[in-house]
């Protein structure tokens, strides 16, 4: 997550910060939440 904010993540999909929290979930049953994102341009950007 820290290399993700160095990168440009706090302007991620245009919001202002992307948070663990926003990646880290469990169900309703406790289970993980696997959480997939494209980043597209965003993983061209430096």
Not at 4 to 20: N, V, Y
């Amino acid at each position: 997550m820290v290399n993700l904010e160095s990168e440009g993540a706090d302007t991620f999909f245009g919001e202002p910060e992307l948070k663990p929290e926003d990646l880290l979930r469990v169900d309703d049953r406790g289970r993980g939440v696997i959480s997939l994102l494209e980043l597209g341009d965003q993983a061209a950007r430096r």
